[in-house]
């Protein structure tokens, strides 16, 4: 059972507009979100991230929003740039354990 | 500052042989993760290592998966024997302590014909 969905599998956008990347849990004790990008034949690499008493972060052009009711997470990309073209995974944890719950991934692609 | 460092990064060989994959953690980071990445499961936790000592392995999918932590600077996760199912791209991430963020190697690229 997948605790953490990122239900769409890609998502093509035209440089310079907004990029939104959503993410859905389904385990309430989720405390602590991080986004990560990857790009072909590298690892993963930490984005941003959101402890649940906060309802956004932001640093610089990323902004991560968070929906608890809704168990719902979303990734602003804003402008979208070509070097923006990744996978993009959501993660999850309970803010004292070391363990990720990962998505399957969004691959964006930023169209000239 | 070097990042985390993997080798091989690419692995191919034939079903039975062994096969030994190699982490480089960050210097002062002294939590270690095994991953692996496949298509139909996407990325999965396989070891967490934390001060060079197994504390989780649960995600070894079976006896063929041993993995090691001899000292800080080191870990090795190895397969006897591979077979064609152990295909995926295995990630060797390391972080400051078990919670922290984790960095991710460029992960190793294995083939089991």
């Known amino acids: 059972d997948q605790q953490v969905k990122q239900n769409s599998p890609s998502l093509s956008v035209q440089e310079g507009r907004i990029s939104i990347l959503n993410c859905d849990y389904t385990n309430s004790m989720f405390d602590y979100f991080l986004w990560y990008k990857k790009y072909p034949a590298e690892g993963p690499t930490f984005l941003i991230s959101?402890?649940?008493i906060k309802d956004k972060n932001e640093d610089g052009r990323f902004t991560v929003f968070l929906n608890k009711s809704a168990k719902h997470l979303s990734l602003h990309i804003v402008p979208s740039q070509p070097g923006d073209s990744a996978v993009y995974f959501c993660a999850a944890s309970y803010y004292s354990n070391y363990q990720l719950i990962w998505g399957a991934g969004t691959k964006l692609i930023i169209k000239p | 500052d070097a990042g985390v460092i993997q080798s091989p990064r690419h692995e191919v060989t034939e079903m039975g042989q062994e096969v030994t994959l190699r982490c480089k953690p960050i210097?002062?980071?002294?939590?270690l993760f095994w991953y692996r990445q496949t298509m139909m499961r996407g990325l999965e936790l396989l070891i967490y290592f934390n001060n060079n000592v197994p504390i989780d392995d649960s995600g070894m999918p079976e006896d063929r998966f041993s993995a090691k932590m001899p000292n800080a600077s080191f870990s090795t996760l190895k397969i006897q024997p591979s077979e064609p199912r152990d295909s995926a791209v295995y990630f060797c991430?390391?972080?400051?302590?078990?919670?922290?963020?984790?960095?991710f190697g460029p992960g190793t690229r294995l083939t089991v014909l």
């Open positions: 210097s002062g980071h002294n939590s």
């Open positions: 959101i402890s649940s």
């Open positions: 991430a390391t972080s400051r302590g078990g919670t922290d963020t984790q960095y």
